[in-house]
């Protein structure tokens, strides 16, 4: 809703209340509706100023709403009709001013905001465009490139930046509703045709920076449709008259509204919220468990991973003991760490926290601390001795977490003094720029330590989410059945470039070969290698521990070739370190080769196909993830791939992507795969998803309450 109150001085004060971020609901814009009227039509008063409660100005559209019939007043008249008033209506700006939140404001004649206010019009996130007047009045205020940055970006910008571009009359440091009821009074009685936008002309394309926008947008968007659709009510802004304009937008608008993309980005969205509320099998939860307050934090290991963990503590102020017992790999981290935390720390616009990283090689130093995060090489015997080394070291109640990417973190658990306050803490590469976090609980694992991983995530500004251990917890363990199902195609026909292309059409920035390439292919070698799949002794067949295998990748990297790092991999490249994939003829020759050794016919194999095999059988596992109980629904699973695995956010995730192309068809899909191939368990499809295909495949949203009935029923 939205109340009326008239101050002194003949300013009516009309404040939206809808929180917690006073987003355009249906009442909301009633409430707009009637006390814009009133405000009119009340003699005494001379101006009007609009503001949000609880220091929030408006999140924008209901987002909630979207999914149901749109009741109520629509916005684009209900903010004509706030241009229109002949008394100054002035936006006092606090906290947040985003999207029909913003178009609100861009509807009144003047604005002012606080300066620690944040702008945008970030629609484009989530499927859609600027359609309450944005795309049309934006460009008449700020110009065609700065409006076509905001608005295919999404970027919310500061209150400085506004003012910088316009946007803004007037940042303050004090109070916002003051300050602007202020303004209103000066400026009563002035003129007011030239502050509404949409009289204003929209400045010409000059230089066609539309059509090489247009270009750049459809190559970076990899088939997302909204950026484009963006561009498109931009052109309609520069070439045509507001009226025919705001056709257009509106257009544009409900075709994205319709879109299955749309509701994939705001599914998005939200998953990334649900999973803030994280709960464990025990009943624990974000709401019954209190997390510990981490002033001061160890990182163990200072290779990649660990230089990244240290940069993303210090970022929140928390002071980091950095240890590394190898002097040259320390000597190489004072150096480099440092340099990465003011980069970073200037590309988020942060002043450098100071003097909170202390370098050493002796673990004694870490006796102070809170909470340590071992982060040495991904081996078991060594990470067992670092934690039998911790729990004799640390002070009673320091939480001991470990960057393993897959591990037993029960195991490690097992040799300190209180398994309760261990948890994987796993980050992905590079681990301060990444937004993923898996905070992975043991048995033992205490809901405190859990709460206060899930914590310290939220603080370092990571989509934190709350994972069973299991062998390579969430993400890799999904990530398995893909790389193999890529693997048997090549064996049956494919090439890397085929496999690759057919991934990136789907929307991943990078197909599975050359992301390999990218992480080096030593690291999957290892891990098979630990396994007992591969290595000296392993009989070279394509049956190992009883199902199928595929000792492709073996072979390559027995061939020197481990990707990126050596110059050559699934692809060639520049040399060691090189970035450009290309296609490498001694690969199809290998290919070939291995084809007739193993009496292996190559047949064409259609993308679709290529797609059914490596998405479906990754969705598979997700399904027996959830069955199993190591991720609480399908947004935890859903929000790690598309925040650590690439997974085109325009798709939702994999599970929201089963629910689009409809379970039922992934079933029949999986099970004519494993027809096709027996040898392979993970075509073979998960009870779980039977169970949801057998009660008619309820949509995603409603799989976390089906899977808890059917574990009180035990029906799974
Ligand atoms: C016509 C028009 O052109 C079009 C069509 C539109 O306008 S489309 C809409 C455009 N607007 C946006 O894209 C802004 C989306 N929101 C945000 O970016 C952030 O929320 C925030 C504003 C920067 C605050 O961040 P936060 O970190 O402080 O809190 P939070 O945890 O994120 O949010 C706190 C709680 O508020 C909920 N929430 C936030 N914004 C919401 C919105 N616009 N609608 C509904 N709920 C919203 C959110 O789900 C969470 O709920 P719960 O989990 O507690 O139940």
Same mark, same amino acid.
């Not at 009516?12 to 707009?32: H, Y």
């Not at 009340?42 to 100005?57: A, E, H, L, R, Y």
């Not at 509701?263 to 009943?283: D, E, H, I």
């Not at 130093?365 to 070291?393: C, G, N, P, W």
């Given at each position: 809703?939205a109340?009326?109150?008239?101050?002194?001085?003949?300013v009516?004060?009309?404040?939206?209340?809808?929180?917690?971020?006073?987003?355009l609901?249906?009442?909301?814009?009633?409430?707009?509706?009637?006390?814009v009227q009133?405000?009119?039509?009340?003699?005494?008063?001379?101006s009007?100023?609009?503001?949000?409660?609880?220091g929030?100005?408006?999140?924008?559209?209901?987002?909630?709403e979207?999914?149901g019939?749109?009741?109520?007043?629509?916005?684009?008249?209900?903010?004509?009709?706030?241009e229109?008033?002949?008394?100054?209506?002035?936006?006092a700006?606090?906290?947040?001013?985003?999207?029909?939140?913003?178009?609100?404001? +861009?509807?009144?004649?003047?604005?002012?905001?606080h300066?620690?206010?944040?702008?945008?019009?970030p629609?484009v996130?989530?499927?859609?465009l600027?359609?309450?007047?944005g795309?049309?009045?934006?460009?008449?205020?700020?110009?065609?490139?700065?409006?076509?940055?905001l608005i295919?970006?999404?970027?919310?910008?500061?209150?400085?930046?506004?003012?910088?571009?316009?946007?803004?009359?007037?940042?303050?440091?004090?109070?916002v509703?003051?300050?602007?009821?202020e303004f209103v009074?000066?400026v009563?009685?002035?003129?007011?045709?030239?502050?509404?936008?949409s009289?204003?002309?929209?400045?010409?394309?000059?230089?066609?920076?539309?059509?090489?926008?247009?270009?750049? *947008?459809?190559?970076?968007?990899?088939?997302?449709?909204?950026?484009?659709?963006?561009v498109?009510?931009?052109?309609a802004?520069?070439s +045509?008259?507001?009226t025919?304009?705001? @056709?257009? @937008?509106?257009?544009?608008?409900t075709t994205?509204f319709?879109s299955?993309?749309?509701?994939?980005?705001?599914?998005?969205f939200?998953?990334?919220?649900?999973v803030?509320?994280?709960?464990l099998?025990?009943?624990a939860?974000?709401?019954?468990?209190a997390?510990?307050?981490?002033?001061?934090?160890?990182?163990?290991?200072?290779?990649?991973?660990?230089?990244?963990i240290?940069?993303?503590?210090?970022?929140?102020?928390?002071?980091?003991?950095?240890?590394?017992?190898?002097?040259?790999q320390?000597a190489?981290?004072?150096?480099?760490?440092?340099?990465?935390?003011?980069?970073?720390?200037?590309?988020?616009?942060?002043a450098?926290?100071?003097? *909170?990283?202390?370098?050493?090689?002796?673990?004694?130093d870490?006796?102070?601390?809170?909470?340590?995060?071992e982060?040495?090489?991904?081996?078991?015997?060594?990470?067992?001795?670092?934690f039998?080394?911790?729990?004799?070291?640390?002070?009673?109640?320091?939480?001991?977490?470990s960057?393993?990417s897959?591990?037993d973190?029960?195991?490690l658990?097992?040799?300190?003094?209180?398994?309760?306050?261990?948890?994987?803490?796993?980050?992905?590469?590079p681990?301060?720029v990444?937004?993923?976090?898996?905070?992975?609980?043991?048995?033992?694992?205490s809901?405190e330590?859990?709460?206060t991983?899930?914590?310290?995530?939220?603080?370092?500004?990571?989509?934190?989410?709350?994972?069973g251990n299991?062998p390579?917890?969430?993400?890799?363990?999904?990530?398995?059945?893909?790389?193999?199902?890529?693997n048997?195609?090549?064996?049956?026909g494919?090439?890397?470039?085929?496999?690759?292309?057919?991934?990136e059409?789907?929307?991943?920035?990078?197909?599975?070969?050359?992301?390999?390439?990218?992480?080096?292919?030593?690291?999957?070698w290892?891990i098979?290698?630990?396994?007992?799949?591969?290595?000296?002794?392993?009989?070279?067949?394509r049956t190992?521990?009883g199902?199928?295998?595929?000792?492709?990748?073996?072979?390559v990297?027995?061939?020197?070739?481990?990707?990126?790092?050596?110059?050559?991999?699934?692809?060639?490249?520049?040399?060691?370190g090189g970035?450009?994939?290309?296609?490498?003829?001694?690969?199809?020759?290998?290919?070939?080769?291995?084809?007739?050794?193993h009496?292996?016919?190559?047949?064409s194999?259609?993308?679709?196909?290529?797609?059914?095999?490596?998405?479906?059988?990754?969705?598979n596992?997700?399904?027996?993830?959830?069955?199993?109980a190591?991720?609480?629904?399908?947004e935890?699973?859903?929000?790690?791939?598309?925040?650590?695995?690439?997974?085109?956010?325009?798709?939702?995730?994999?599970?929201?992507?089963?629910?689009?192309v409809g379970?039922?068809?992934?079933?029949?899909?999986?099970?004519?795969?494993?027809?096709?191939?027996?040898?392979?368990?993970?075509?073979?499809?998960?009870?779980?998803?039977?169970r949801?295909?057998?009660?008619?495949?309820p949509p995603?949203?409603k799989?976390?309450?089906?899977?808890?009935?059917?574990?009180?029923?035990s029906?799974?």
């Amino acid at each position: 809703m939205a109340t009326y109150s008239r101050l002194p001085g003949s300013v009516a004060l009309i404040t939206l209340q809808n929180p917690p971020v006073n987003a355009l609901s249906a009442a909301v814009r009633q409430g707009i509706v009637d006390t814009v009227q009133r405000a009119l039509k009340d003699p005494k008063v001379t101006s009007v100023v609009i503001c949000g409660q609880n220091g929030k100005f408006c999140g924008g559209a209901d987002i909630r709403e979207f999914a149901g019939p749109m009741l109520g007043p629509p916005l684009v008249p209900m903010i004509h009709a706030i241009e229109a008033v002949d008394k100054p209506v002035a936006a006092a700006i606090e906290g947040v001013a985003l999207g029909g939140g913003l178009e609100l404001a +861009l509807g009144c004649h003047y604005r002012i905001a606080h300066s620690k206010a944040l702008l945008g019009l970030p629609e484009v996130t989530l499927g859609l465009l600027p359609g309450a007047g944005g795309s049309q009045r934006l460009p008449r205020l700020i110009g065609l490139t700065a409006a076509l940055d905001l608005i295919t970006t999404g970027r919310h910008i500061s209150a400085a930046e506004a003012l910088k571009l316009g946007i803004l009359d007037q940042v303050t440091d004090n109070n916002v509703v003051d300050q602007a009821v202020e303004f209103v009074r000066r400026v009563a009685g002035q003129p007011l045709d030239s502050r509404r936008l949409s009289t204003l002309p929209c400045p010409p394309d000059v230089d066609s920076l539309l059509d090489k926008a247009m270009v750049k *947008v459809r190559q970076r968007s990899r088939g997302a449709l909204a950026p484009v659709a963006c561009v498109q009510a931009l052109m309609a802004a520069a070439s +045509l008259p507001y009226t025919q304009g705001m @056709e257009k @937008e509106r257009e544009l608008l409900t075709t994205l509204f319709n879109s299955g993309q749309a509701r994939a980005l705001q599914y998005a969205f939200f998953s990334q919220r649900v999973v803030g509320k994280w709960s464990l099998p025990s009943g624990a939860s974000w709401d019954n468990s209190a997390a510990r307050p981490i002033s001061k934090a160890a990182v163990i290991g200072l290779g990649t991973m660990g230089r990244g963990i240290v940069v993303a503590l210090a970022l929140t102020g928390i002071s980091v003991v950095a240890v590394e017992t190898q002097e040259k790999q320390l000597a190489e981290a004072s150096q480099a760490v440092p340099a990465m935390l003011q980069r970073e720390a200037g590309r988020r616009g942060l002043a450098t926290p100071p003097g *909170v990283i202390s370098f050493s090689s002796n673990l004694q130093d870490v006796s102070e601390v809170e909470l340590v995060i071992e982060a040495v090489f991904e081996d078991m015997s060594l990470k067992l001795q670092v934690f039998r080394h911790l729990t004799s070291v640390c002070r009673p109640g320091t939480l001991l977490c470990s960057n393993t990417s897959g591990l037993d973190i029960d195991q490690l658990a097992a040799v300190t003094q209180s398994p309760g306050l261990v948890v994987g803490m796993h980050f992905f590469a590079p681990a301060h720029v990444m937004k993923l976090l898996e905070v992975v609980y043991g048995p033992r694992s205490s809901p405190e330590a859990v709460a206060t991983a899930m914590q310290l995530g939220k603080r370092m500004g990571k989509v934190s989410v709350a994972v069973g251990n299991c062998p390579g917890f969430v993400g890799n363990r999904m990530l398995k059945p893909y790389l193999e199902q890529a693997n048997f195609l090549l064996e049956e026909g494919a090439t890397p470039q085929q496999v690759d292309e057919a991934l990136e059409e789907f929307g991943f920035p990078m197909g599975v070969f050359r992301m390999s390439d990218l992480s080096g292919l030593d690291v999957g070698w290892r891990i098979r290698k630990e396994a007992g799949l591969t290595g000296p002794g392993v009989e070279s067949t394509r049956t190992r521990q009883g199902r199928r295998y595929s000792p492709l990748p073996d072979q390559v990297c027995e061939a020197g070739r481990l990707g990126q790092k050596t110059g050559r991999g699934w692809y060639q490249y520049d040399g060691p370190g090189g970035r450009v994939a290309r296609s490498d003829p001694w690969v199809h020759i290998f290919l070939e080769a291995y084809r007739a050794e193993h009496d292996l016919v190559a047949r064409s194999i259609a993308p679709e196909e290529i797609l059914e095999r490596c998405l479906y059988a990754l969705i598979n596992e997700g399904f027996n993830i959830l069955q199993d109980a190591m991720a609480a629904g399908p947004e935890d699973i859903d929000a790690i791939y598309v925040f650590g695995y690439g997974w085109p956010r325009h798709h939702g995730g994999p599970m929201f992507h089963a629910g689009q192309v409809g379970l039922g068809r992934i079933l029949e899909r999986l099970q004519h795969h494993h027809h096709n191939h027996p040898d392979v368990p993970h075509l073979k499809p998960s009870t779980l998803l039977r169970r949801l295909v057998a009660v008619g495949s309820p949509p995603v949203q409603k799989w976390r309450e089906f899977i808890n009935k059917e574990r009180v029923h035990s029906q799974l």
